[in-house]
């Protein structure tokens, strides 16, 4: 199908507006119902990135993250399906809808959560990377190892991600921790604030693995993506050495397994 670039917001309005029943449709398969919600849950973080001080994209993302968390927990495919759509599409947006996929996930099958709680879960995950925007492309893009400079502005984008939107006065406290503190370690050897332990909040620490995981397993400008069984050896290796709640990381492992072989 062809559509005209002065349509395309035409498209999107009508995505976002019939999720709900696209979702519940018998005759679509996992994978069409996960390119539909990938391309609404895209477009929902593009705006989000643009604009997260307004409140009717928080409100959108909310109900984004319904359906997202609605897709993940009900389909076993679901997370197959986001992944092959994600490989072909720009990274810090797949990303971001990949992290908060199996963060969501991973809360509602293991922490006995409110709905609201839930979703302010959602959004931080969505938004973990928001501080991104701070850093240049030039940085961004660069195809080789980046010098310790340019290695010490990429660390300050969760900082620089949670002072812009908690002055927004838009997002909850665990919201705000999640984009501050998703690189945290374990061991107390992270960054911004070097928390180590429980003193990093538990949806943080889930976070952490999240974005790892999935940082690992997509396509790179300087290396190909890692299988999930790849990626799972080289972070129970960085488990080992600090960087995970172990706990945690052994229940996401598990997760990642079952839906591997589903």
Known sequence: ??????DMQTVNDYLDASLNDVLARDDLSSEAKGNILYQSSVNCVVDMFEAPELAANLSRS???????????????????????????????FSH??????????????HFNLPPDELLDVGIGSLLHDYGMTFISSDVMDKPD?????????????AQLGYEFLERTGQYSKITLNIIRHHHERYDGDGYPCGLKGDAISRSAQVAAICDVFCALTMDRIYRKACSQSEALTVMAEDARKGA???????????????????
């Open 96 to 109: 971001s809808v990949q992290v908060a996929a199996l963060c969501l996930l991973f809360h509602e099958k």
């Open 62 to 92: 909310r109900t984004l993250i319904k359906h997202l968390l609605d897709f993940v927990a009900s389909d076993p495919n679901a997370l197959k399906s986001l992944g092959v759509i994600a490989a072909n599409n720009l990274y810090i």
């Open 145 to 157: 190892a980046l010098s310790k400079i340019e290695y010490y502005k990429v660390k300050q984008h």
């Open 1 to 6: 199908i062809y559509v005209r670039t002065g």
């Open 244 to 262: 995970f709640n172990p706990e945690f990381f052994n229940i996401f492992a598990d997760i990642i397994r079952e839906r591997i072989e589903a």
